[in-house]
C-alpha cells in the first residue's frame, strides 16, 4: 500500500514531511488484566478487534499510513501470540533490510538481573541503545492498545516547528474518564504548565493520549531508572525542569478499549450505520495478517442482520447485530445476537448466544443458551468490577456443554472443559467457571 506521504508527494505535489528521520518506538507489553480471560493468554495489543483485526493493527498501520517505516515494538507479557502476528512485519509493509520493523523483548545483561520492564519509560530506557542507534532525531512513543487513526505526520511537524523537547497528544475527555489518564494544563499557546497522572480530581478534560514526539536529546537527557514511567515520572519532572513540553490536540477518533464494557462497545460501534471509526476508507487502510480462507458462506434457512461476518465463516443459523471473526460456524437453529465470535469457535446448532464475547476456538454445545436473563444482571461475584454490565465472556478454547444455561455476567476460564461445568451444565448470573487443568497440563496428564 502507498503510504500517505507518498501519495501526496506523487499526485498532489505537495512535499512530504521527512518521516525517514522518526522512530517509532510502539510499547506493546502491556498485562490489560481489566479484560479478563480475553487478556489472559495474550498481550492487550494482540486481543482480536472488529473482527479480522488486532487492536496493535491501527497502531501499525497509522505508522505506515503517516511515511514511518522503522518501528521498534517492545513486547513482555505473553509475547507469543503479538509475535506470531507481526512476524516480520510484511503485511505492513515493514520487513525492510534498512529499518522495518523489530520486536524487542525485555533482556537479561552481564551484571543487569531487573530484565522486566518497571513502566513506560523504562522499556524505552532498556532499549535505548536500538534507539539511537537507528539515527532519529524524533522518537515518537506509541502505545500499542488503543483503538484510533492517526496521521502522526501533523504531530511530527508540530513538534519540529515548536522546538519542544517533547509534544504530548492530547484530546478532550469526560471528567470520569480523566480520572482514568494522565490530565494536562497548558496555557494560550499550548505550552504544558502541569501534568496529573490519574488524578482523583481532575483539573481539566484535557487528558494524554499516551502518544509523545521527543528529541532524541530528551530521551537521552530525562530517560532515568528513577523515573520508571512517561505519565507519573517524566512528564512531571520535565515540566518542573523547564523543558519545553508541548500539547498538540487531536480531534478525531480514539478509543481506550482498556476494559470488557469499552472492548464490547467499541466493536458494536462498528455496526452502526455511518460508524465514527470508518474501516472503509480507502486511503487510510487498517492492515492485518490474514490467513487465505474461503469467502463466508450464508446457507439457504440462515439470515444475517446488522453485523460484520468476515472471511471463512459459515452461517446457518441467524445471527443479529454481532461481529463475527474468521472461520466461525453458526449451526442450524442458532442465534447469536449482539455479540463477539472469535476466531474459528463454533456454535452449536440451536444454541442461542446473547450480549456475548466469543474467544477463539470456543466451542458452544448444541442447544446451549449463553446469556441467560434481564440485562444487566447480578454482578460477577469474583470480578464485580469487571462485569456488571450484563455481558458473557467465554475464554479460548473453553467448551460449553450442550444444552447448558448461562447467565448474565459469567466468566468462563480459557481451556475450560466439560469436566469444569457442574452437574446440571448451568451456572446463574454472576458465577464463574474455573478451568482445574490447563491445555499443556492435560496433555501431559496422557
Avoid at 503510504?3 to 501526496?8: G, I, Q
Avoid at 492498545?145 to 515548536?162: G, V
Avoid at 494536562?184 to 494524554?208: I, Y
Amino acid at each position: 500500500m502507498e503510504s500517505t506521504s507518498a501519495y501526496r508527494n506523487t499526485y498532489l505535489g505537495v512535499p512530504a514531511l521527512r518521516t525517514d528521520r522518526t522512530v517509532a518506538v510502539i510499547l506493546a507489553g502491556g498485562e490489560g488484566n481489566r479484560l479478563g480471560v480475553l487478556s489472559g493468554v495474550r498481550a492487550k495489543p494482540a486481543v482480536p478487534f472488529g473482527g479480522k483485526y488486532r487492536i496493535i493493527d491501527f497502531t501499525l498501520s497509522n505508522c505506515v499510513n503517516s511515511g514511518l517505516s522503522d518501528v521498534l515494538v517492545l513486547t513482555q507479557y505473553n509475547p507469543r501470540s503479538l509475535n506470531d502476528h507481526i512476524g516480520r512485519g510484511r503485511p505492513w509493509d515493514l520487513d525492510r533490510t534498512i529499518g522495518g520493523v523489530r520486536i524487542l523483548q525485555p533482556q537479561v545483561g552481564r551484571g543487569n538481573t531487573a530484565s522486566w520492564y518497571s513502566g513506560t519509560a523504562d522499556a524505552v530506557l532498556q532499549n535505548l541503545r536500538e534507539v539511537v542507534a537507528s539515527g532519529a532525531e524524533t522518537v515518537l512513543v506509541l502505545a500499542g492498545d488503543h483503538i484510533y487513526k492517526m496521521d502522526y505526520e501533523r504531530l511530527i511537524a508540530a513538534h519540529r516547528r515548536s522546538g519542544a523537547d517533547v509534544t504530548v497528544s492530547v484530546r478532550e475527555v469526560s471528567l470520569e474518564d480523566a480520572r482514568r489518564m494522565g490530565v494536562v494544563d497548558v496555557d494560550g499557546r499550548n505550552h504544558v504548565t502541569g501534568f496529573q497522572e490519574k488524578p482523583k480530581r481532575p483539573a481539566s478534560r484535557l487528558a494524554s493520549m499516551g502518544i509523545y514526539a521527543f528529541t532524541a536529546d530528551a530521551v537521552a537527557a530525562w530517560l532515568d531508572q528513577a523515573r520508571p514511567d512517561f505519565g507519573a515520572d517524566v512528564l512531571p519532572a520535565m515540566v518542573a525542569g523547564g523543558a519545553k513540553v508541548m500539547a498538540h490536540r487531536f480531534r478525531g477518533y480514539w478509543q481506550d478499549v482498556g476494559t470488557l464494557p469499552a472492548y464490547f462497545e467499541a466493536n458494536m460501534a462498528l455496526l452502526t450505520a455511518r460508524p465514527e471509526l470508518d474501516l472503509y476508507e480507502r486511503d487510510w487502510l487498517i492492515l492485518t495478517r490474514s490467513e487465505e480462507r474461503a469467502p463466508a458462506r450464508i446457507g439457504a434457512d440462515a439470515r444475517v442482520e446488522q453485523s460484520m461476518i468476515s472471511h471463512g465463516c459459515v452461517i446457518e443459523g441467524i445471527v443479529e447485530r454481532s461481529v463475527l471473526s474468521p472461520g466461525v460456524h453458526v449451526g442450524p437453529g442458532a442465534v447469536v445476537r449482539d455479540s463477539i465470535v472469535m476466531f474459528d469457535a463454533v456454535i452449536g446448532a440451536g444454541a442461542i448466544i446473547d450480549h456475548a464475547i466469543i474467544d477463539k476456538e470456543v466451542h458452544v454445545g448444541s442447544d446451549a443458551k449463553v446469556g441467560v436473563g434481564e440485562l444487566p444482571g447480578s454482578p460477577n461475584r469474583a470480578n464485580p468490577e469487571m462485569l456488571a454490565t450484563g455481558l458473557v465472556v467465554i475464554g479460548k478454547q473453553a467448551v460449553v456443554p450442550d444444552g447448558a444455561a448461562v447467565g448474565r455476567n459469567v466468566l468462563v476460564d480459557a481451556e475450560a472443559s466439560l469436566a469444569d461445568w457442574p452437574d446440571a451444565n448451568s451456572v446463574k448470573a454472576g458465577a464463574t467457571i474455573k478451568a482445574a487443568r490447563t491445555w499443556n497440563q492435560r496433555r501431559t496428564a496422557r
